[in-house]
């Protein structure tokens, strides 16, 4: 028993409970490990209440080949994934994947497009990217009960995209955590990370904890607990916003970029990419071109009652692509950004947790280096 007073020790503390931390903490458990996730409130500015759920491949890797296989290797994952939280959890969290469209309005969008996934495409070396673009009959042929708008020309599609309840995701892998005897410690804001002998404490306002080692996973809490451990990653918020419709009869076999609909029927239209800094209020104007774009894309959608919505606020770096690292002035403390939270949750419950467990470093991450940053030319 530690002395009254003394910090609580694991192996390895956590700070974050939103997608990534605990995707992270399940994977350390399967490892033997003590883990604890210290988490704040619901209250902060958490981007997993407001996620859209996609598990998303085309698109993703603009400029960096390996993000591009990371998203790959996570969406092979998730099946594995998802039966084995629903397994041991009760939670289905809604786990599929029959393919992704994005749409397209008119001709410069398509152009557009076909430029930008090209280059992915070209980046690296004309092959193995699972992205195609399809004509307008074939879009028609996939989503059989839409009524398509005159302007959508045709869709890049992929077979690796699919989706998930993100909220359903968020309750089973803190389930599971707790389950499998991990310490999850709300209202554990930590106001400092300091070194003592082999390990490091973190100070919270609910109490001081121990572990020889750290992952930051704590989205915009980054900015200001990473600097001062030698992990200065840059981030900025991206505020996004989300409406919800009414149920309606089933229509969307697939999940489309800026459409889902939920297995009980409600229909998710997003997604907006705004630069407010870190104002997550609504905004009207934005829900106005959202609800226009929607309708113009399928018109049937402007028959349904909107009954909610939200906005978030994205975490992401300057060149939109993760970072996984330690810190080389204080090793054993790591740190992980990225926006891509859901789609990676496979990924850093099997892979990245291994590698904080002491496993080599996967391939993919020589690439997500914070030097990137930091060593670019002006």
Not at 36 to 46: A, K, N, Q, T, Y
Not at 187 to 202: E, F, N, Q
Not at 207 to 236: E, F, N, Q, Y
Not at 241 to 253: D, G
Request: proline share 7%.
């Amino acid at each position: 028993m530690p002395a009254p007073g003394a910090p609580r020790t694991f192996d390895v503390a956590v700070i974050g409970g939103g997608m990534i931390g605990p995707a992270v903490s399940l994977g350390l458990l399967e490892r033997g490990l003590r883990v604890c996730i210290l988490d704040e409130g619901d209250d902060v500015l958490r981007v997993a209440r407001g996620n859209f759920g996609l598990i998303w491949f085309q698109g993703k890797g603009f400029g960096m080949p390996r993000y591009v296989e990371w998203t790959r290797r996570s969406a092979m994952l998730y099946a594995d994934f998802a039966a084995e939280l629903k397994d041991s959890t009760g939670v289905d969290i809604g786990h599929a994947r029959p393919g992704g469209l994005e749409l397209l309005l008119g001709e410069d969008e398509l152009a557009h497009r076909q430029h930008y996934l090209g280059q992915i495409y070209q980046q690296g070396g004309g092959a193995n990217y699972e992205v195609e673009f399809i004509d307008r009959k074939q879009v028609a042929d996939m989503l059989p009960n839409v009524t398509l708008g005159e302007d959508v020309i045709g869709a890049s599609y992929s077979p690796l995209d699919g989706h998930v309840n993100p909220l359903f995701l968020l309750r089973a892998m803190h389930t599971r955590f707790q389950q499998a005897g991990g310490t999850y410690l709300p209202h554990h804001r930590v106001s400092g990370v300091r070194k003592d002998g082999d390990a490091y404490t973190l100070d919270t306002e609910g109490g001081s904890v121990s572990a020889p080692k750290v992952v930051i996973a704590a989205g915009h809490g980054l900015k200001t607990l990473g600097p001062p451990l030698g992990l200065d990653i840059p981030i900025r918020p991206q505020r996004g916003h989300i409406m919800v419709t009414e149920r309606a009869q089933p229509m969307l076999p697939m999940p489309i970029s800026a459409f889902r609909q939920t297995v009980e029927g409600s229909i998710m239209l997003g997604v907006s990419a705004e630069e407010a800094g870190y104002d997550d209020t609504i905004d009207t104007a934005t829900l106005h071109t959202i609800a226009a774009r929607a309708k113009r894309t399928m018109p049937q959608l402007g028959n349904l009652n909107i009954v909610r919505t939200w906005a978030a606020l994205r975490v992401l770096t300057p060149d939109k692509c993760p970072v996984y690292a330690e810190s080389d002035s204080h090793p054993g403390i790591f740190g992980i950004a990225s926006h891509s939270g859901v789609t990676l949750a496979a990924a850093n419950a099997k892979v990245t947790a291994g590698w904080i467990a002491g496993d080599p470093p996967p391939p993919e991450f020589e690439a997500f280096t914070v030097e990137r940053f930091h060593d670019a030319p002006a």
